[in-house]
């Protein structure tokens, strides 16, 4: 039950920062009336700001606990876009966004952390514990976007950053409620880098490559459908929402039925899961019409119901199992890889999308989709022999 704190706070908090994520391409130019140059380079800092970000958060929440990170994350969010709200000018809002995605790893990191550690270690608790996890980020996702466009067109972005300071202060006594023991080895062990590892270095090239091919629904999926299908924008969105809506609605009972499956059948149902996610991108390609993106849609949102919790769930074991004293950092390794992952991701698509033309773009995008699924034979082989 008390990973439904967690889950309460993931609502609130991603209900109102999706909003501020949604528009804020939009904000750089419009608000800030940013060059083209400096959005690049406010983009660019997104490598360096994750990597420093999640390395501090894995040390924070071996320090001090994971509790007492996640309140810091929230009270340090909430005060910087308060100040967002005030502060205008171009370089201004570089520099509370900037400092907004840095704090947001700190709270990926440990909350992801204090969600294992409010469950057993055992395979089937930790799947609904982190399907909840992951339900409450896609129902704040759901929410989220509809608030930050409301407020957008009506009052202005600068009402949005006043949304998201709210929802992460609101959200801090709620976070006071969690009774997570502290590992005091920690504090005698303390480190500031991790030596992962060949288990944790696994995860990792899985959580990379899982947020790579997943991100394209973003950035690859609307560019693609946009260009060369010529699917109106208005209509792109519904459909961006639609995997929202079906990951809320499906996570948690799909958490449970997983949970009460054996190990056996589990590779199985993690395999055909995979399956999905990777192959979905060719239902775009061939079908190339409206029918293609809503068999899209529906596969990877499937996909992503059935693989987020079981991936997260053996981050955690894995964490907990080789590197005990450091917890927090080989969580905080994990999630800095599935950042990487998500924010190479674009980066790599919109250089496919300048050299060659869309079509064998996706069809790149496609073949990237098979390498994920043979690399996900790792979370399969760890199921199998039971390494976690």
């Known amino acids: 039950m008390k990973d439904k704190i967690i889950f309460s706070i993931n609502i609130i908090r991603f209900s109102s920062l999706t909003a501020i994520w949604t ?120 929410i989220g976007p509809i608030l930050g466009g409301l407020l957008y067109y009506y009052v202005g972005w600068e009402y949005i950053l006043l949304l998201g300071s709210l929802g992460n202060l609101i959200s801090i006594p709620i976070a006071y409620k ?27 090239i899985v959580q990379f490559i ?14 693609y459908s946009t260009n ?26 799909i958490g449970r039925y997983m949970a009460k499956l054996n190990l056996s059948h589990l590779k199985y149902l993690y395999m055909l ?17 409206i029918v293609g993106l809503t068999i899209f849609i529906i596969f990877i949102s ?25 917890i927090g950092m080989a969580m905080g390794s994990t999630r800095m890889a599935e950042g990487l992952g998500r924010a190479f991701s674009t980066s790599f698509t919109a250089y496919l999308f300048f050299i060659h033309d869309y079509e064998i773009s996706f069809t790149l995008l496609s073949l990237v989709g098979v390498i994920g699924l043979i690399i996900n034979r790792v979370i399969y082989n760890s199921l199998k022999n039971e390494v976690i």
Do not use: C
């Not at 380079?41 to 970000?53: A, C, E, N, Q």
């Not at 899982?210 to 560019?223: K, N, R, Y």
């Open 23 to 142: 528009y804020t391409g939009i904000a750089l130019y419009d608000f800030y009336h940013l060059s083209t140059l400096l959005v690049i380079i406010f983009y660019s800092l997104g490598y360096p700001i994750l990597v420093i970000s999640y390395i501090l958060a894995g040390h924070l929440t071996d320090s001090i606990g994971s509790r007492n990170t996640i309140i810091i994350s929230l009270f340090s969010t909430s005060t910087v876009l308060f100040l967002g709200f005030f502060l205008t000018s171009g370089i201004e809002g570089i520099i509370i966004l900037s400092i907004q995605a840095f704090l947001n790893s700190l709270y990926v990191t440990s909350s992801s952390t204090a969600t294992g550690a409010l469950s057993s270690r055992s395979v089937k608790d930790l799947l609904l514990s982190f399907s909840r996890f992951r339900a409450g980020i896609n129902l704040g996702w759901v």
């Open 302 to 326: 499937l996909g992503e119901i059935i693989l987020n919790p079981i991936i997260l769930s053996v981050s955690y074991i894995i964490s907990f199992k080789y590197h005990s004293k450091e």
């Open 210 to 223: 899982f947020a790579f091919v997943g991100s394209q629904v973003l950035f690859g999926f609307t560019v």
């Open 228 to 253: 060369i299908l010529k699917i109106s924008s208005l209509l792109i969105g519904y459909f961006i929402s639609l995997n929202s809506v079906i990951t809320a609605l499906f996570q948690e009972p």
């Open 178 to 204: 969690l009774n997570i023991k502290r590992n005091t080895n920690n504090s005698l062990h303390r480190k500031y880098f991790i030596k992962p590892s060949k288990y944790l270095m696994e995860i990792i």
């Open 273 to 289: 899961g995979s399956f999905a996610f990777s192959m979905s991108y060719l239902s775009i390609f061939y079908p190339g019409n």
